[in-house]
Structures are given as structure tokens and as C-alpha cells.
């Protein structure tokens, strides 16, 4: 087996870091467009490309388009291809009718949360399984790597009674407390520290007296800071889309941005087009974000086939 | 004497300091590498472990939803109950159908896509981005796209299709395109993510592979079926089992897609209900936690089938590939 696929090394046995063959190409070089084949693009691979673009955005397009135009217009055919005038009055509507001020500032405490305690634990595990010598360190870490494997959702039973056992029904700690953590997140992080972070360092900051803690501190976090940014965006673009277990515990009375979207078509409100003016407010954060930083998460899944 | 005292006093201050810090530098490095990895598995058994395991015991008695401290015995009656339950049969075979219907064309197209991706592009980042902008969408929200645009009288979808002559299609009550539009949906948010898994694999297959066979005389397309898929193998089969897993557990998608938050059913005629709805209408709408616990027991199993049967395929695949060489 060569290492021939970057995110599939689920496979792979940890090995003690320091046999890491040295001669190994860095990551971000094996990343950059075109490092495998050189070949130029001919017009055809542009025009399947393109209508790939086109197929990726025009659903959103279309959101906008029919947030755009009234409930009577939307339900016309042909249907409507290019915007109305009416997309601030039906985004006003959909933010009240569906409650998305509580919902948007619920989500946001929620994902932020989520990403930053990932991003924390997992900055701080991935760097002990990488650098850190300790007993059961290759156990605990296939352990880790199995529990990549086992969906959180199979046991919302007991957590649905354990949240209410605690008085966090329709709370938010009953969302945020079971996915402090990730997996995929921990072996992401050891993966950029088995890479990126020179052994050497870390002696220095030992032969200087300083203890673990503060190693991490002062010599690791800086180094760290790339892969915890695209971990947060990452984790952050999860836990805002999570569903099934905020559906569960939560409900319209304080939602998150799902769960409050359900709303929209469950009657309360029959006009279409608010109903797409609220999906499009739900989204708007997230694709905000990725019209910002969306090469720097596009590297970031690339590096980590970060999948919650 | 009251100069000397206080320099023997600081000597040996430093001396016993010099004791506790090896001492506590012992102790910090058995210790703190326990330390950083211990709130992982503290959440994790907490919240995903005990959970999990907490679930086959539930499944083994009558919980009720409004009093959940009460248990009731009943040892396999659940199980037996759900084995004799249509509704079951029904969730298990479309969970199957809409797994694979969403999972088999989104990892080709995912292929497809990556191989495009992997050209000499000008405004590679933009293309880049523009596949992985759905997955920025929430499953609230895109289902509520896709209804519309799959909407009878007046989608978008069956517009086109008129376009080219054919009549309009009941996405929601016709059980094969209803399972087709949830598909889409699935597709559509994931495609773009696997290809960028694929695209990073791809680009770390050493190119002498490829000047290797376009020596042999492989064109483009057999040097991508020889070289490229073998050569991303492994990410490969890292896609189907996390698709896999996803597929197990469609929930949002289905849920959503024409009725809102009140389709637990999977449509009129349960034509589209998945064991996760089945496990949210047992648990939430008829209260039943241990029936729950049952049917999300199922899916666990449902799940360690999944991973024997493709280890077993993984052991077949490289005894024949090794036999191959060796030949």
C-alpha cells in the first residue's frame, strides 16, 4: 500500500512519527491544482465543467429567483427565470413568520460552540497521538478511528431521555454537549501535526524547561493555526446543518436554522415564495462563508475528508 | 553570617525546587499526553458510547415517551414485533433502494467530476467551489428547493420535461420518482464533496504511472480505468462506507420533501419512509422509546453488515489482485 490517497488513510496503522520517511512530498505541494497530471484542459472538459457549475448553483439561483417574485408568479409556467422585485418585503416576511432571529442567533451559538470545543480538543488530542510518547497510544488511537464509524444518531433514544433527565429538552446544551468532539477531527489534526510539525520543536521547548501545557501553548497552537481555521469552517458548516437530533430535542419554540425551516412548509405558511425566501435566509450565512473562504475550505476537505 | 544565611537559605530552596521540578517534569510527561486525549473519549463515551450501547438494553423493554423512568421487561417482544411489522419491511427496503439510487450515480458522477477537476484549469478555484457550494446548504433548505422545483403542476423539473414531450410526473405520490427526487437531493448536496476527496487522490498518483502507460499505448480513458481508479482505490472505498452510513441514516431528506416536518410517514402510502422515519414515528409520534431503541438497533446491525460484507469484498479484491501479480 503506498499512500496514494490522502483522506482514506483511515486504514493506515499509526506509526511512531519519527519513522515518517522524510523524503515525503509536503501536503500542500501534493495539493496544488495540477500536481498529479499536467494535461491542459480541452473546451469540452470546460463545457461539462460548466454545466456541472450550473447544476451545483442554479437550485440556489432558483431560491433567490422565486424569494424574488410572489406566491402567483411562482406557481405559473413557465416558471419565473429571472428576479422579481419583491425579495427584501418576502425576506422580511419569512424572518418573522418563521421565528429566524431566534433561530440564526441559536445557530450560531451552536455551531460556534461546536467548532470552537472541536477545534480545541482535537488541536490537543491530535498533537498527543502525533508528537507525545505515551502507553496504549496506538490502541487509543484506532479507537478513535473506529469511532469515526459509528453514527451519533443510533442512539438519540437514551440521549433524548438523558437530556431530559437533565432538564435540557428543548435547550440548547442538549445539542451542543454530545458533539464537543469529533473524531475525523482528532485524526485530521494528528495528520497535519505528523506532517507539519518537526519533532525538533517540540525538544527545543522540552531542553527550555517547558512543560507540556505550555509547548503546546507557545509552540504548537501558532503552527496549528491553518488547519484549525479550515477545522472550524468545516465543523462550523456541520454542526449549522445538523439535523436529526436538534429535530428531535429542540422545538419551535427555540430551534436552530433547520428545524425552524421545517416550519416553513408545514402549513403555517402556504406562499411559496416566503417559503423560499426563508430557505434562502437560512443559508445565506453559511454561503457567505464559502464565497469568502471557500478555497480555503475547498483545501481543507481536500487535506482531510472532514465528514461529520 | 548575615550575608551567608540567606544565600544557603536561596541554595537550598533552589535545590528542593530543582527536586519538585523534575518531579512535576515526570509527571507532566506520563501524564499530559492522557491529559489532552482524555475530554475526546469523556464526550465520546458519554455522549456516543453509552448512548449506543444503552439503546440495545431500552430496546429489550416497553418504554412510553411521556414516562420514560418506567421499563417494563418484555425481553425480544419488540424484535418479533418489528420482524412481523410491515411498516419495517417496507422502511428496510426503501432505505436499501434510496441508498443506492443516491449513492451509486452521486460517487460515479463524483468520479466523473474529479477526473474534469483534475485538468490544467484556468478558474480551477472557482469551479472548485461551485461543487461544493451545496453542501453548504442545509438539508432543511434544499429539500424545500427541491420540492418546488419537483412540484407537479408547476416545477421547474416537470417544465423541462414537457419540453421535450413528456407528461407531467407525480414526484410525490409515485413511489420510483418520489425515491428518484429524494435521491436527487442527496446527490446533489454530496457530489461535489467526493470529488474533491477524489480530486486530492488523484493528484498524489505519481505521474511516471501515467507516462508508464501512455508508453504501453493506454489511451486517456484506459490509463483513468488502469491507472487513476486503482491508484485511488482506497479513497474510493472510504466514500462508498461513508456514503453507506449516510444512506442508513436518510432522514432530513425524506422527512421534508413534500410534507414538512409532519412527514414521518414517507409519504401517503409510506412510499418513501426510511428506517430513520420509522424510528422517529415509533419513538415521537406513537411514543413507543423502546420500539424506537429497536428499529435504531436494526439499523446498527443493518450497519456491521454493511462493514463484514466489504471487508470480505477488500479481502477478495487483493487475494485475486495478489494472485494476479504473482501469475
Given at each position: 500500500?503506498t499512500?496514494?490517497?490522502?483522506?482514506?488513510?483511515?486504514?493506515?496503522?499509526?506509526?511512531?512519527?519519527?519513522?515518517?520517511?522524510?523524503a515525503?512530498?509536503?501536503?500542500?505541494?501534493r495539493?496544488?491544482?495540477?500536481a498529479?497530471?499536467?494535461?491542459?484542459?480541452g473546451p469540452?472538459?470546460y463545457?461539462?465543467?460548466?454545466?456541472?457549475?450550473?447544476f451545483?448553483?442554479?437550485?440556489?439561483?432558483w431560491?433567490?429567483?422565486?424569494?424574488?417574485?410572489?406566491?402567483t408568479?411562482v406557481?405559473?409556467?413557465?416558471?419565473?427565470f429571472?428576479?422579481g422585485p419583491?425579495?427584501?418585503?418576502?425576506?422580511?416576511?419569512?424572518?418573522?413568520?418563521?421565528?429566524l432571529?431566534?433561530?440564526?442567533?441559536?445557530?450560531?451559538?451552536?455551531?460556534?460552540?461546536i467548532?470552537l470545543?472541536?477545534?480545541?480538543?482535537?488541536t490537543?488530542?491530535?498533537f498527543?497521538?502525533?508528537?507525545l510518547?505515551?502507553?496504549?497510544?496506538?490502541?487509543?488511537?484506532?479507537?478513535?478511528?473506529?469511532?469515526?464509524m459509528?453514527?451519533?444518531q443510533l442512539?438519540?433514544?437514551?440521549?433524548?431521555?438523558?437530556?431530559?433527565?437533565?432538564?435540557?429538552?428543548?435547550?440548547?446544551?442538549?445539542?451542543?454537549?454530545?458533539?464537543?468532539?469529533?473524531?475525523?477531527?482528532?485524526?485530521?489534526?494528528r495528520?497535519?501535526f505528523?506532517?507539519?510539525?518537526?519533532?525538533?520543536?517540540?525538544?527545543?521547548?522540552?531542553?527550555?524547561?517547558?512543560?507540556?501545557l505550555?509547548?503546546?501553548?507557545?509552540?504548537?497552537?501558532?503552527?496549528a493555526?491553518?488547519p484549525?481555521?479550515v477545522?472550524?469552517?468545516?465543523?462550523f458548516?456541520h454542526?449549522?446543518n445538523?439535523?436529526?437530533?436538534p429535530?428531535i430535542?429542540?422545538?419551535?419554540?427555540?430551534?436552530?436554522?433547520?428545524?425552524?425551516l421545517?416550519?416553513?412548509s408545514?402549513?403555517?405558511i402556504r406562499?411559496?415564495?416566503?417559503?423560499?425566501a426563508?430557505?434562502?435566509?437560512?443559508?445565506l450565512p453559511?454561503?457567505?462563508?464559502?464565497v469568502?473562504?471557500?478555497?480555503?475550505?475547498?483545501?481543507?476537505?481536500?487535506?482531510?475528508?472532514?465528514?461529520? | 553570617?548575615?550575608?551567608?544565611?540567606?544565600?544557603?537559605?536561596?541554595?537550598?530552596?533552589?535545590?528542593?525546587?530543582?527536586?519538585?521540578?523534575?518531579?512535576?517534569?515526570r509527571?507532566?510527561?506520563?501524564?499530559a499526553?492522557?491529559?489532552f486525549?482524555t475530554?475526546?473519549?469523556?464526550?465520546f463515551?458519554?455522549?456516543?458510547?453509552?448512548p449506543?450501547v444503552?439503546?440495545?438494553?431500552?430496546?429489550l423493554?416497553?418504554?412510553?415517551?411521556a414516562?420514560m423512568n418506567?421499563?417494563?421487561?418484555?425481553a425480544?417482544?419488540?424484535?418479533?414485533?418489528?420482524?412481523?411489522?410491515?411498516?419495517?419491511?417496507?422502511?428496510?427496503?426503501?432505505t436499501?433502494?434510496?441508498?443506492?439510487?443516491?449513492?451509486?450515480?452521486?460517487?460515479?458522477?463524483?468520479?466523473?467530476?474529479?477526473?474534469l477537476?483534475?485538468?490544467?484549469?484556468r478558474?480551477?478555484t472557482?469551479?472548485?467551489?461551485?461543487?461544493?457550494?451545496?453542501?453548504?446548504?442545509?438539508?432543511?433548505?434544499?429539500?424545500?428547493?427541491f420540492?418546488m422545483?419537483?412540484e407537479?403542476?408547476?416545477g421547474?423539473?416537470?417544465?423541462?420535461?414537457?419540453?421535450?414531450g413528456?407528461?407531467?410526473?407525480d414526484?410525490?405520490?409515485?413511489k420510483w420518482?418520489?425515491?428518484a427526487?429524494?435521491?436527487?437531493?442527496?446527490?446533489?448536496?454530496?457530489?461535489?464533496?467526493n470529488?474533491?476527496?477524489y480530486?486530492?487522490a488523484?493528484?498524489?498518483v505519481?505521474?511516471?504511472?501515467?507516462?508508464?502507460?501512455?508508453i504501453?499505448?493506454?489511451?486517456?480513458w484506459?490509463?483513468?480505468?488502469?491507472?487513476?481508479?486503482?491508484?485511488?482505490?482506497?479513497t474510493?472505498?472510504f466514500?462508498?462506507?461513508?456514503?453507506?452510513i449516510?444512506a442508513t441514516?436518510?432522514?432530513?431528506e425524506?422527512?421534508?420533501?413534500?410534507?414538512?416536518?409532519?412527514g414521518?410517514?414517507?409519504?401517503?402510502?409510506?412510499?418513501?419512509?426510511?428506517?430513520g422515519?420509522?424510528?422517529?414515528e415509533?419513538g415521537?409520534?406513537?411514543?413507543q422509546?423502546?420500539r424506537?431503541?429497536?428499529?435504531?438497533w436494526?439499523?446498527?446491525?443493518?450497519?456491521?453488515?454493511?462493514?463484514?460484507?466489504?471487508?470480505v469484498v477488500?479481502?477478495?479484491a487483493s487475494?485475486r489482485?495478489?494472485?494476479?501479480?504473482?501469475?
Amino acid at each position: 500500500m503506498t499512500t496514494d490517497s490522502l483522506p482514506a488513510r483511515t486504514d493506515v496503522r499509526p506509526q511512531p512519527s519519527r519513522s515518517e520517511p522524510p523524503a515525503r512530498r509536503p501536503l500542500l505541494a501534493r495539493l496544488r491544482p495540477g500536481a498529479g497530471r499536467q494535461h491542459h484542459a480541452g473546451p469540452v472538459t470546460y463545457l461539462l465543467l460548466t454545466v456541472a457549475a450550473l447544476f451545483s448553483l442554479f437550485p440556489l439561483y432558483w431560491t433567490m429567483v422565486a424569494a424574488s417574485t410572489d406566491n402567483t408568479r411562482v406557481s405559473q409556467t413557465p416558471p419565473p427565470f429571472l428576479p422579481g422585485p419583491h425579495l427584501l418585503e418576502n425576506l422580511g416576511k419569512a424572518w418573522q413568520d418563521a421565528a429566524l432571529g431566534k433561530a440564526m442567533i441559536n445557530s450560531l451559538v451552536v455551531a460556534g460552540v461546536i467548532a470552537l470545543s472541536t477545534v480545541l480538543f482535537a488541536t490537543l488530542a491530535g498533537f498527543a497521538f502525533a508528537k507525545l510518547r505515551f502507553k496504549g497510544r496506538n490502541i487509543l488511537l484506532m479507537l478513535v478511528i473506529g469511532t469515526m464509524m459509528v453514527p451519533p444518531q443510533l442512539g438519540v433514544v437514551p440521549l433524548f431521555m438523558m437530556m431530559t433527565e437533565l432538564g435540557w429538552g428543548q435547550k440548547l446544551p442538549a445539542v451542543i454537549f454530545p458533539t464537543l468532539v469529533s473524531a475525523v477531527g482528532v485524526f485530521f489534526m494528528r495528520q497535519y501535526f505528523t506532517e507539519a510539525l518537526p519533532d525538533e520543536l517540540v525538544e527545543a521547548g522540552r531542553v527550555d524547561g517547558a512543560h507540556s501545557l505550555r509547548i503546546f501553548w507557545s509552540i504548537v497552537l501558532p503552527i496549528a493555526r491553518p488547519p484549525m481555521a479550515v477545522l472550524f469552517m468545516i465543523t462550523f458548516v456541520h454542526a449549522w446543518n445538523d439535523f436529526f437530533w436538534p429535530f428531535i430535542v429542540l422545538d419551535m419554540t427555540n430551534p436552530t436554522v433547520p428545524v425552524a425551516l421545517t416550519q416553513l412548509s408545514a402549513g403555517y405558511i402556504r406562499d411559496q415564495s416566503l417559503i423560499m425566501a426563508g430557505a434562502l435566509l437560512g443559508t445565506l450565512p453559511l454561503l457567505a462563508m464559502f464565497v469568502v473562504f471557500g478555497r480555503q475550505i475547498v483545501g481543507g476537505i481536500m487535506q482531510g475528508a472532514v465528514k461529520g | 553570617m548575615a550575608t551567608s544565611l540567606p544565600t544557603t537559605r536561596t541554595g537550598e530552596r533552589e535545590r528542593s525546587r530543582r527536586r519538585r521540578r523534575t518531579l512535576l517534569h515526570r509527571l507532566d510527561l506520563r501524564g499530559a499526553p492522557y491529559a489532552f486525549i482524555t475530554p475526546f473519549f469523556v464526550v465520546f463515551a458519554a455522549f456516543s458510547f453509552y448512548p449506543l450501547v444503552y439503546t440495545a438494553w431500552i430496546s429489550l423493554h416497553r418504554v412510553e415517551l411521556a414516562t420514560m423512568n418506567v421499563m417494563e421487561w418484555v425481553a425480544f417482544d419488540n424484535y418479533t414485533a418489528l420482524w412481523q411489522d410491515e411498516r419495517f419491511w417496507n422502511a428496510l427496503l426503501n432505505t436499501l433502494t434510496l441508498g443506492a439510487l443516491s449513492t451509486v450515480p452521486q460517487l460515479l458522477i463524483a468520479l466523473g467530476l474529479a477526473h474534469l477537476l483534475n485538468y490544467r484549469l484556468r478558474g480551477s478555484t472557482f469551479f472548485r467551489v461551485a461543487a461544493i457550494t451545496p453542501y453548504a446548504t442545509s438539508v432543511g433548505a434544499a429539500a424545500l428547493v427541491f420540492t418546488m422545483l419537483f412540484e407537479r403542476d408547476f416545477g421547474m423539473i416537470n417544465w423541462m420535461l414537457s419540453l421535450v414531450g413528456v407528461d407531467n410526473i407525480d414526484w410525490e405520490n409515485n413511489k420510483w420518482a418520489a425515491q428518484a427526487a429524494i435521491s436527487t437531493i442527496v446527490i446533489w448536496r454530496w457530489t461535489g464533496y467526493n470529488a474533491l476527496l477524489y480530486l486530492a487522490a488523484m493528484q498524489a498518483v505519481p505521474r511516471e504511472r501515467y507516462e508508464a502507460a501512455a508508453i504501453d499505448g493506454a489511451s486517456r480513458w484506459q490509463q483513468f480505468i488502469s491507472v487513476t481508479v486503482p491508484g485511488i482505490r482506497s479513497t474510493i472505498v472510504f466514500t462508498i462506507v461513508l456514503s453507506t452510513i449516510g444512506a442508513t441514516q436518510l432522514f432530513g431528506e425524506p422527512l421534508i420533501f413534500g410534507q414538512g416536518p409532519m412527514g414521518v410517514t414517507g409519504g401517503a402510502d409510506n412510499q418513501y419512509q426510511t428506517l430513520g422515519l420509522l424510528l422517529y414515528e415509533e419513538g415521537w409520534k406513537n411514543y413507543q422509546m423502546g420500539r424506537a431503541a429497536t428499529v435504531a438497533w436494526v439499523m446498527f446491525l443493518l450497519l456491521i453488515l454493511v462493514f463484514v460484507v466489504q471487508r470480505v469484498v477488500k479481502r477478495l479484491a487483493s487475494r485475486r489482485a495478489s494472485s494476479v501479480r504473482t501469475s
